[in-house]
């Protein structure tokens, strides 16, 4: 943890000329504003002050004022040079009230709560999520989606193009304090994934809008196009973010119990009842997007069904095989449109709930989902997430425990911009309604 005088004398011994004060907005975009190094002292002193109106989903035009009061635990030297040559380090910001109030539509906030109330109850949440993202050609700034490599799973060079991309990309994030784990290419062509390690949620929440911001930047220098979109490419894997999850209380993983029915506790059955209870309202959090639910089909194993098992990957809610402290739950719906913050506050907000309520998920389900028929489904009670982002938002409306975990301002954001999203989406010809009618009819 850095103290105010010991950042301070580092942006000093660094050269540092430039401060990005970074923050995001309610959908999870990185915004900044970029300060002289000679005003750090203030910023770190009483904040600086920014619009709130002009950012998606803070304030009206009326009581616009914020305050950017920035983390020192979050500072960190960019691995990259500014145009000019000079170097520059950033911050991730809380933001704040005039009257120095934290704002209740701040999604780092959400997150903060939300783990206070998790800390009342003597536990502390760890995430680790696991991000894929897709690497195309750039061409002339459009929008094509030509793969840079035509890699697989686990391929390696030749076939593997971004080897080196991927060394830059984790050169860079390491220089920024980050402990890798494993990279690798995913399934689909121009397809990768990179995994940091193991954290508390508000570090390792960081650290997503970090890898997105770094990744982007990294591909750009090289000529490419990282995208993490959900579904880029009809017919192929998409881009999910699964989110590993523990609860510890102190030293000990409060998941794990060497006697119990796959040597997981009752508390991790609760909290995998509680995240099938609220899966449905979660979703809209979790996959904000039109294109998230392209993902979220049968086929191409993204879950579909709200089951939970232990290695299945069918499943909504894995239990991966290691135990101990390494004990965790797999939540394999989100994906990395999501705001983190505010994906992570909900999450834990549902597996709280199923602990206060004792909520039983009933049986794991071990056989391959994909491949039953609706009558057995049916028969097993087994249920589906929402088909589009209207039916996500219908339930996350109908859900008091996730919108009081976002709280009303975030909610009704939320709401929205996922219902401006749909209506344009709605109201848009598609190219693939002119090609399947224009001659038919």
């Not at 059955?269 to 998230?292: Q, Y």
């Amino acid at each position: 943890m850095y103290s105010d005088e010991q950042v301070l004398k580092a942006v000093q011994e660094k050269n540092v000329e430039t401060i990005r004060l970074q923050f995001t907005d309610v959908q999870g975009i990185v915004k900044n504003v970029a300060i002289p190094a000679n005003r750090l002292g203030k910023a770190l002193q009483s904040g600086i002050a920014f619009d709130g109106s002009s950012i998606e989903g803070f304030a009206r035009i009326q009581e616009s004022d914020m305050i950017l009061r920035p983390d020192v635990s979050t500072f960190a030297t960019l691995p990259w040079r500014s145009q000019d040559g000079a170097n520059e380090a950033r911050f991730i910001c809380d933001v704040h009230h005039p009257n120095g109030k934290p704002f209740e539509g701040d999604p780092r906030f959400v997150l903060k709560r939300q783990l206070e109330l998790a800390k009342d109850m003597g536990y502390a949440m760890n995430v680790g999520p696991e991000l894929e993202f897709f690497l195309f050609e750039k061409q002339n700034a459009d929008c094509a989606t030509v793969p840079h490599d035509f890699g697989g799973y686990f391929d390696m060079g030749p076939v593997d193009l971004a080897e080196d991309v991927r060394r830059e990309i984790i050169r860079a994030l390491t220089e920024m304090d980050f402990t890798i784990e494993a990279s690798h290419h995913e399934v689909a062509r121009g397809q990768h994934e990179i995994d940091f390690v193991y954290d508390d949620a508000l570090k390792n929440a960081d650290k997503v809008v970090t890898f997105k911001y770094v990744t982007k930047t990294i591909a750009m220098k090289e000529g490419l196009r990282a995208t993490f979109m959900p579904k880029p490419i009809y017919g192929t894997a998409g881009t999910g973010m699964h989110v590993n999850i523990s609860l510890f209380r102190g030293e000990e993983n409060a998941f794990f119990d060497p006697l119990g029915p796959m040597n997981i506790s009752d508390l991790a059955r609760f909290f995998v009842g509680g995240l099938i209870e609220h899966a449905n309202a979660i979703t809209a959090v979790a996959n904000p997007l039109i294109n998230s639910y392209k993902r979220l089909v049968s086929g191409f194993e993204a879950p579909v069904y709200m089951t939970w098992s232990g290695p299945n990957r069918s499943s909504l809610i894995r239990v991966p095989a290691a135990r101990g402290l390494s004990t965790r739950l797999e939540f394999r719906s989100p994906d990395p449109t999501c705001n983190p913050y505010l994906a992570f506050a909900v999450i834990l907000a549902a597996g709280l709930d199923g602990i206060h309520r004792s909520i039983d998920p009933g049986e794991p389900v071990d056989l391959n989902v994909y491949d039953l028929s609706n009558a057995e489904r049916k028969s097993l009670a087994i249920k589906t997430l929402p088909a589009n982002l209207k039916e996500a938002l219908d339930f996350l409306e109908g859900d008091k425990v996730i919108r009081e975990a976002l709280g009303e301002h975030v909610f009704e954001n939320i709401m929205r911009l996922g219902m401006m999203e749909w209506e344009a989406y709605n109201t848009f010809v598609h190219p693939w309604e002119i090609e399947r009618y224009i001659n038919a009819f």
